[in-house]
């Protein structure tokens, strides 16, 4: 029987906090359950080449954008992999939305990559060799993506340091909107800062939203829905004021609305990417759902939060 490895890793959608956590504010992520990727590595005969199966390179190893090229090289080398292998890669997670992708593809390869070398494997290792990929994949990231997907919870994430935080426990649905327009969480970040460099006058939308984050940790505690789309509403308003809001996610928010939403707001960088919106039914959600497809949305989720 050839040699063969398995993993599998969900995404993460960060609820609220995005852009004041670069300034030091606090953020919630959690896991996003239906999002998925899954990895597979198989041993080939000596004859062939070791290669990838993805969407977003398909073919020999040698040829595969940089940042698959070298995690892959660094597991081959590092356990001296002599055969030549085969590295497929399944997702519903789109890149360059906001929802962790990168994070949970490494997450899934290092998973079946121990997985293929029958070792065990403690989640501290798991998150130093993911985040070693995501360091390929991004130069600098924060951790919170790894952290999220790793300890399959919710977190709360300042200044670089996690907290694990209870699972949501709430009666109501969370639909989960790749707009289709891909973001630029960079040029973002950049654009916000620059922002309060001309007219500090800004930062007192960062420092609202900083405050959100502390009472949308209360309305979880409490398990108010209502309460946190409340929250929610609020802090799209300082998201649209910092300039990171886009037109197909302000044209979706409404149509949601009218279809019953009670919440929504941008998720990660903004300017197109993920957005996240609320509902207390999932007859409500499923139409949300259906509207956002039919006004141009890639791909939608949804997930209930009561755990």
Known sequence: MAQHGYGE???KVILI???AVTFGEPAIAIPFTTGKVRATIEALSDTETSYIKSDVYDG???YAPEHLKAVIRRFIDL???DNPIKVTIDTNLPASRGLGSSAAMAVAFVRASF????KPLSDEQLI???NW???IAHGKPSGIDTQTIVSNKPVWFQKGEVQNLKPLELKGYMVVIDTGVRGSTKQAVEDVHNLWKED???LQYVEHIGQLVFEASDAINHRNFEQLASIFNLCQENLRTLTVSHDKIEALLEASKNEGAIAGKLTGGGRGGSMIVLATTIEIAERIAKTAEALGAHHTWIEYLGG
Do not use: S
Request: hydrophobic share 40%; aromatic share 12%; net charge negative.
């Open 115 to 118: 997985d293929y070398l029958n």
């Open 60 to 62: 020999a190893l040698i």
């Open 9 to 11: 890793a969900n995404g």
């Open 128 to 130: 130093e060799e993911a």
């Open 79 to 81: 356990y001296q992999i």
């Open 133 to 135: 990929a995501e360091r």
């Open 200 to 202: 500090a006058a800004y």
């Open 17 to 19: 906090g995005e852009h």
